[in-house]
């Protein structure tokens, strides 16, 4: 079965500190893992998306990796704020043709 | 900036009712998705649309979810009758393509009672 992990559930850190996020998939011919973003109540907004050929992708104090062989993507935050206190979810598209799988998502938690 | 538009935002029903939701789409997104997400969990996609055609429905409980989008622009999601476990945020989403970033819409929260 195609799954898709993210641990922790949760976490909360210090401003100004740098943090990383971890998914991980069960398969590791994926077509494209994305990134996304959800603020509480809120719909999602996309942050990155890597393509099965790309190894990273930047955005501003954004980046995201992917490592297909061991199936896992971690995703950078920079001098992290407390606006980035968010839920962050991973999501892996496994084929052209398949549906998008979500992680349950990490709620980050951002302290002043 | 388009934006994807739900409405409603909010929705308090009773076991056993009718409740639909709408969704409009980013202008010229030719596909349309509906997910579900229970708190605390990623979304899982319900039904897909390409233009006014439905690519997959696989998860989408046909006893009692329907879903249209007759003109192939903005689309509706009923559920009758509604059961407690449908409580949930039900999120849309377009694209230009199926394999195209998806821009998500605010999202329905529906409580059921």
């Known amino acids: 079965k195609q799954e898709v992990t993210q641990i922790p559930a949760a976490l909360s850190v210090p401003e100004g500190e740098n943090l990383v996020l971890n998914c991980s998939f069960t398969d590791s011919a994926i077509y494209n893992l994305q990134w996304f973003r959800q603020d509480p109540g809120k719909g999602l907004t996309s942050l990155l998306l890597?393509?099965?050929?790309?190894r990273e992708q930047t955005s501003g104090r954004l980046n995201a990796s992917l490592d297909k062989s061991s199936g896992r993507s971690t995703l950078y935050i920079a001098a992290s704020q407390p606006g980035d206190s968010a839920t962050y979810l991973c999501a892996v598209r496994y084929s052209s043709a398949s549906k998008i799988i979500f992680g349950s998502g990490t709620r980050l938690s951002i302290r002043p | 900036e388009a934006e994807v538009a739900q409405s409603p935002r909010y929705k308090i029903t009773e076991k056993s009712q009718a409740v639909a939701f709408w969704c409009d789409p980013i202008?010229?997104?030719?596909?349309l998705y509906w997910y579900r997400q229970i708190l605390g969990q990623g979304p899982e996609l319900l039904v897909q649309f390409q233009d006014e055609s439905v690519v997959d429905d696989s998860q989408l409980p046909k006893d009692r979810f329907s879903a249209e989008r007759l003109k192939g622009v903005d689309s509706t999601l009923k559920i009758q009758p509604a059961e407690l476990g449908d409580s949930a945020m039900y999120l849309c989403?377009?694209?230009?393509?199926?394999?195209?970033?998806?821009?998500f819409g605010p999202g329905t929260r529906l409580l059921v009672l």
């Open positions: 202008s010229g997104h030719a596909t």
């Open positions: 989403a377009s694209s230009s393509g199926p394999r195209e970033t998806q821009y």
């Open positions: 890597i393509q099965s050929s790309q």
